[in-house]
T-cell receptor, first 117, second 113 residues
């Protein structure tokens, strides 16, 4: 089964500092990996994805993620954090061809990112 | 435009009620999804529709009944729910079935009394 793990429940970063939110994956075959952000009482907003190609993926709001096959990781990064980046971040992996059609996503437990002014 | 809309935003229902959640997208997406998210937990897949046909049912109890009347609309019919079914119900859609990005709606916050 496809799975992702987010080892940190919470990450605290000072505004203006770089941030990293960690994600590792366990998959059969090539991984389809995603990052989403969720603000309180809201749905999920797509940030970026890796399917194939360059290992460094650039996404929305200045976020990027680095796919590392040898370490089975897909960490989310941003060079300079903003207070408005404070939210709940989910790493997700595409489930693998179970339905004969579209596949769902399996999410990590989520990481609370807190940016301190 | 990557908007998925969901109504209602909030719903309170008793255990004997019948209600429906509605999800709509006008992006021409051919796959639509229902997820359930309990408080402080990640979303969990419930159902997947591909080209208006149910392709995945994640062993969801029959008190949840999905329906896809057309390619833009997805419903979730609720009947005889339990208090533990209280959660945020998220709808998503994607362009096709090949691992494209899923775009989520804002969700319906359901409280079962």
């Amino acid at each position: 089964a496809q799975s992702v793990a987010q080892p940190e429940d919470q990450v605290n970063v000072a505004e203006g500092n770089p941030l990293t939110v960690k994600c590792t994956y366990s998959v059969s075959g090539n991984p389809y990996l995603f990052w989403y952000v969720q603000y309180p009482n809201r749905g999920l907003q797509f940030l970026l994805k890796y399917i194939t190609g360059d290992n460094l993926v650039k996404g929305s709001y200045g976020f990027e993620a680095e796919f590392n096959k040898s370490q089975t990781s897909f960490h989310l990064k941003k060079p300079s954090a903003l207070v408005s980046d404070s939210a709940l971040y989910f790493c997700a992996v595409r489930d693998l061809g179970r339905g004969g059609g579209a596949d769902g996503l399996t999410f990590g437990k989520g990481t609370h990112l807190i940016i301190q002014p | 435009d990557t908007e998925v809309t969901q109504t209602p935003k909030h719903l309170v229902m008793g255990m004997t009620n019948k209600k429906s959640l509605k999800c709509e997208q006008h992006m021409g997406h051919r796959a639509m999804y229902w997820y359930k998210q309990k408080a402080k937990k990640p979303p969990e897949l419930m159902f997947v529709y591909s080209y208006e046909k149910l392709s995945i049912n994640e062993s969801v109890p029959s008190r949840f009944s999905p329906e896809c009347p057309n390619s833009s609309l997805l419903n979730l019919h609720l009947h005889a729910l339990q208090p533990e079914d209280s959660a945020l119900y998220l709808c998503a859609s994607s362009q096709g079935t090949g691992g494209e990005t899923q775009y989520f709606g804002p969700g319906t916050r359901l409280l079962v009394l």
